[in-house]
């Protein structure tokens, strides 16, 4: 599945970033949807066709050639979808190679998990990750972000733990609903409710972050 930050982020984020220095072709509008939720899309309808394995199988090759479809158009590939991908092809291999579909049902928790440490990590480190991807969409302050960054990695957390509960409580097809239409829905939740802090850390294009 797409991770959930990619999710979070597309909500934030408004117009691709065009560089001042150098021509850039915006992608096509289609490129990013497909890249990043057609894999998921693949891996429910195989999995309501056929069975997990199938559909472990299929998420595997799409993501792929998302990948690779990425690369041919922009000629480069994101690096969150690589690192899903990598992860992707990680516990979905052990999945069908030890015929144990554990593996692939603790993929979201591995995702969520690594995600919120990374986040963790940068603001221990003083390092604001998501300025960095956001910041040319959405201009806060630096103390604005590290409350963000801090909400993001808790919410990475509880969805890591949620996911590990569900999936070792319910059944398979109950996780494969929650997988691809609750963590959604979720992440969507958590993202309205920082409205208010977007709002209240906000500046100008021009002003300066680290006023407040």
């Known amino acids: 599945m797409p991770s959930c930050i990619k999710q979070s982020l597309d909500l934030a984020q408004g117009s691709p970033h065009k560089s001042d220095m ?5 992608p096509p509008s289609w490129l990013r949807p497909v890249v990043e939720y057609g894999p998921i899309a693949i891996f429910f309808v195989a999995f309501n066709m056929t069975d997990l394995f199938i559909a472990t199988a299929s998420i595997m090759v799409a993501t792929a050639l998302a990948l690779a479809l990425s690369y041919a158009v922009e000629r480069r590939v994101p690096m969150m979808p ?23 049902k603790m993929k979201p928790t591995i995702i969520q998990a690594i995600f919120g440490s990374v986040l963790i990590g940068g603001l221990l ?13 959405l201009h806060m302050t630096d103390k604005g972000w590290r409350i963000l960054t801090l909400r993001f990695s808790l919410f990475f957390y509880f969805s ?6 569900i999936w070792r409580s319910q059944s398979t097809d109950f996780w494969v609903n929650f997988k691809v239409f609750g963590l959604l829905g979720l992440t969507i ?10 709002k209240r850390f906000s500046v100008k294009g021009s002003g300066d972050p680290n006023a407040h």
Request: proline residues 2%; glycine residues 8%.
């Open 189 to 198: 939740a958590f993202i309205i409710t920082q409205f208010p802090l977007f």
């Open 160 to 165: 890591a733990i949620l996911n590990e509960a």
């Open 22 to 26: 150098t021509e850039v072709k915006s």
């Open 82 to 104: 690589l690192i899903t991908a990598v992860i992707v092809g990680i516990f979905g291999g052990l999945t069908l190679w030890l015929n144990d579909e554990t593996f692939i």
């Open 125 to 137: 480190a003083n390092r604001l990750f998501l300025k960095f991807l956001m910041g040319s969409a």
